[in-house]
């Protein structure tokens, strides 16, 4: 979002383009805070997993949420950097530095959920669900990357 509302300062932009910008700055904080609740949201949810396994009461209610949420975040981090890579398209070297360290972030963000998401898949029972959230997680990887 800041390398946008760098770019947004630009003289000469022509409508299309600064309407682009401003949209995909909104999309890019939004992304951030709603990653940062995700993350308040994922502890809470490993929290809640431990104490259900201790009780042995509500395991699957408890095993879903902590597999949506790190799904969730890896879902957020692969749409952000897709607009980041689209971003980078259209930077100098320098604010293209700026693009590059966060995906950076982005990726690191989307590895850890999706180690978390595949941890917590284990302990399940291997049902169509699971399978189905494998094939979710193994796309997103694929956006993520290219």
């Known amino acids: 979002s800041m390398v946008c509302a760098i770019l947004l300062e630009r003289p000469g932009l ?16 939004k992304v951030r805070r709603h990653l940062a609740h995700l993350i308040q949201e994922d502890a809470q949810a490993y929290h809640t997993l431990v104490r259900a396994m201790r009780t042995r009461k509500g395991i699957p209610r408890a095993r ?9 975040i890896c879902e957020e981090a692969a749409g952000a950097s897709r607009i980041m890579r689209v971003l980078g398209r259209r ?7 700026d693009i ?3 995906r950076a972030l982005l990726r690191g963000a989307f590895e850890s959920a999706f180690v978390t998401a595949e941890v917590n898949l284990r302990g ?3 049902n169509r669900d699971a399978i189905r959230v494998r094939k979710r997680l193994i796309r997103l990887r694929s956006l993520l990357e290219s």
């Open 64 to 72: 879903e949420k902590a597999i949506g949420c790190p799904l969730r």
């Open 14 to 29: 022509r409508a299309l383009e600064r309407k682009r910008l401003q949209r995909d700055r909104n999309t890019l904080a």
């Open 124 to 126: 399940g029972d291997g």
């Open 100 to 102: 590059q360290a966060g």
């Open 91 to 97: 930077t100098g070297p320098y604010l293209g530095s």
